[in-house]
C-alpha cells in the first residue's frame, strides 16, 4: 500500500501543480495580462443591468437547468477567468430580472451601473468597517451619513445608527433595542409586542428568534385599507395591562409591502407615549420619501419613532444587502450591542457621542455599505435624488388616473409610495368573487406567459387585488400607458372567452 497524502484523505484529487513561491502572484497573474478583456467584461455588465426587453422577466427554469447549474458549483481543475465568466452569466440567467422594465411586483430593483460602480469601490478597498481603529475613513462617512439620513426624518441629535444588510435585520435590531430598554430581564416572559396583521413577515420572525413566545405576539386588526387599526390596539393594550402583562414594543410600517399605505402614525405615537411603548416604524420600503422633492412632508410623521429601519435597496438605487436603523439616541444601540471581550474592551474605546460601529451592531467584519451608498448619492446630488423618487410615484399615480377614467377597473387601494392595488371588475360579474378572483389571476398569469409584465396579485383585506410597484427609473408615461393598455386588452379577452 502507497502512503496516502493529506490531499486524498480530503477527497480533493491532486493535479501536480508545481508549488508557487508566492501564492498571491500567483492569483495576481489570473488577472493580470488580462485588464483588456476585463474591461470588455465589465463593459458587458452594464447591459447585464439594463435587461433587453425580450429577456425574461421572471425566468421559469426547468429542473433540467438547475442540475446544469449544480454541475458548475464546485471547483475541480483551474480555468481561464473567460471560461469561468461565461459560467457566470449561464448560472445567473435564472434569475428574475428585478431590474427590467415590466418587473412590477416585489420592489423593482432600481439599480444602474452607477450603483455597482460603488460596489466595486467598496470590495477593491475592502475596508474592515468594524471600527474607526481599522476603517476610520469610512466609519466616519458612515456616522455621518446616517445622521443626515436621520435629520432628513427629524429626529433629534441624539440620534444614531449603521448600516445593516437590511430590514429583516434591522427590524430584529430594533425589537432587540426595545426589549432592553422596556424589559427587565426577569420579565420577558410578561413582555408583549404589537404587531399589525399585514406587516412584513419578519417583525414575526424576529420576535421568535428574540425568544419571544407567539403568545406574546398580539396581531393588530387591520383598517379597511389594511393599514394598523389604532382601536384595536388601544383595545389589546388595556386588555394585556389588566392581565398584568407589560406591553412594551408597538411594530408600525411606514409603506407596506403590499400596498405602499402608511400606518397612521400620529395615534399610534400618542398611544406608545401615553402607554409607555417603544415605537419601532418599519420604513424599510417607505422611509426614502423623505428625501422626495414634492411629498417629503408625509416622512415628517417618522419623527415620532423610537426606531426607524430604512432599505436602501428598495427606494435609493442599491445593489441588495444594503439598508440602515436608526435610533432616537443612538445610546441604546450600544446597550443592547456592546459586549465586553479581552481584545475589545467596550468601556475605553467607546467615546461618548460616537461610539464605534462593533458596539452599535452584531456584525464585526462588516463591508462598508455606506460608501457604496454614497457614491451613488455624492454622484448624483440632493436635488436629482429626490426626482428619481419622486418619478415612479408620479407613474403610479398616472396610473391611478388611468384606470379611474376605465369603468370596469377598480381602485383597492390608491396610488402610495408607488405602489398601487387594483382588479378588473368588470360590469357582468359584480361581486361574482370566485370568478372576479380567477379572472385577476389569470391577467396576471398572462401577463408573465408573454413576458408582457410582471403584475403579480395581493389579498387586501381578502379582497384579491393585482398590484403594480412602479419604482424603476428607466419607465416613462408612455411605458405605463402602455401596461394599462396590455391589461385592458388581456383582461377584455379573458372575460368575454369566460362562461
Ligand atoms: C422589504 C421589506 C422588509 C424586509 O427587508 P429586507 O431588506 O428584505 O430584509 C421589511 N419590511 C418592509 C415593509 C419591507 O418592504
Known amino acids: 500500500m502507497g502512503e496516502i497524502s493529506p490531499a486524498q484523505l480530503d477527497g480533493i484529487p491532486a493535479y501536480g501543480l508545481p508549488k508557487p513561491a508566492s501564492p498571491a502572484r500567483d492569483i495576481e497573474g ?51 477567468i473567460s ?35 460603488g460596489d466595486v469601490l467598496v470590495s477593491a478597498f475592502n475596508a474592515h468597517c468594524s471600527g474607526s481603529l481599522t476603517a476610520a475613513g469610512p466609519c466616519a462617512v458612515e456616522t455621518e451619513l446616517v445622521k443626515w439620513f436621520a435629520s432628513r426624518i427629524h429626529f433629534p441629535s441624539t440620534a444614531g445608527g449603521l ?27 410578561k413582555g408583549v409586542i404589537y404587531i399589525a396583521r399585514q406587516a412584513h413577515y419578519s417583525h414575526f420572525k424576529a420576535a421568535r428568534i428574540l425568544g419571544f413566545h407567539a403568545q406574546q405576539i398580539r396581531t393588530v386588526d387591520s383598517d379597511t385599507f389594511g393599514r394598523l387599526n389604532t382601536n384595536h390596539l388601544e383595545q389589546l393594550i388595556q386588555a394585556d395591562k389588566q392581565n398584568g402583562l407589560i406591553a412594551f414594543l408597538i411594530m408600525a410600517t411606514f409603506g407596506y409591502t403590499e400596498t405602499g399605505l402608511i400606518d397612521p402614525l400620529a395615534t399610534i405615537s400618542e398611544i406608545a407615549q401615553r402607554e409607555g411603548l417603544w415605537l419601532h416604524v418599519d420604513g424599510a420600503y417607505g422611509a426614502s420619501l423623505s428625501l422626495s422633492l414634492t411629498r417629503s412632508g408625509l416622512a415628517r410623521q417618522l419623527s415620532t419613532a ?42 475605553s474605546r467607546v467615546k461618548e457621542d460616537e461610539p464605534e460601529l462593533w458596539d452599535m451592531g452584531v456584525e464585526l467584519t462588516r463591508p462598508s455599505r455606506a460608501m457604496s451608498l454614497w457614491f451613488a448619492l455624492r454622484v448624483l446630488g440632493t436635488e ?11 407613474l403610479v399615480e398616472l396610473i391611478q388616473l388611468k384606470l379611474e377614467t376605465m369603468r370596469e377597473w377598480e381602485v383597492i387601494t390608491p396610488a402610495s409610495l408607488g405602489i398601487i392595488t387594483f382588479r ?34 395581493v389579498k387586501v383585506n381578502d379582497v384579491l387585488a393585482l398590484r403594480i410597484c412602479c419604482t424603476n427609473v428607466r ?17 377584455r379577452r379573458l372575460n368575454m372567452c369566460m362562461n
Open 163 to 189: 448600516f445593516v444588510s437590511g430590514g429583516s435585520i434591522a427590524n430584529m435590531m430594533a425589537m432587540t433595542a426595545a426589549r432592553d430598554q422596556k424589559l427587565e430581564w426577569q420579565n420577558y416572559p
Open 306 to 347: 423610537d426606531s426607524v429601519s430604512w432599505d436602501a435597496h428598495k427606494l435609493l438605487f442599491q445593489t441588495y444587502g444594503c439598508g440602515m436603523l436608526l435610533v432616537r439616541d443612538k445610546s441604546h444601540l450600544v446597550s443592547s450591542f456592546h459586549a465586553q471581550s479581552s481584545f475589545m474592551d467596550h468601556t
Open 83 to 117: 471560461n469561468v465568466i461565461q459560467e457566470a452569466y449561464s448560472i445567473f440567467n435564472h434569475r428574475s430580472r428585478t431590474n427590467h422594465k415590466g418587473f412590477f411586483s416585489f420592489t423593482p430593483a432600481n439599480v444602474t451601473p452607477l450603483t455597482w460602480l
Open 30 to 80: 489570473e488577472v493580470e495580462g488580462q485588464w483588456i478583456d476585463l474591461m470588455r467584461i465589465l463593459r458587458g455588465l452594464k447591459t447585464v443591468t439594463t435587461p433587453d426587453l425580450d429577456e425574461p422577466i421572471i425566468k421559469k427554469s426547468t429542473e433540467q437547468d438547475i442540475a446544469d447549474v449544480r454541475h458548475l458549483s464546485t471547483p475541480d481543475i483551474p480555468r481561464p
Open 384 to 394: 436629482r435624488i429626490g426626482q428619481l423618487i419622486d418619478h415612479g410615484m408620479d
Open 424 to 457: 378588473y371588475h368588470p360590469e357582468l360579474r359584480k361581486r361574482q368573487e370566485k370568478t372576479l378572483e380567477k379572472l385577476n389571476e389569470d391577467i396576471s398569469r398572462i401577463l408573465l406567459d408573454t413576458n408582457t409584465a410582471a403584475v403579480m396579485t
Open 475 to 491: 419607465l416613462t408615461e408612455e411605458d405605463v400607458l402602455e401596461l394599462v393598455k396590455s391589461m385592458d386588452e388581456v383582461a
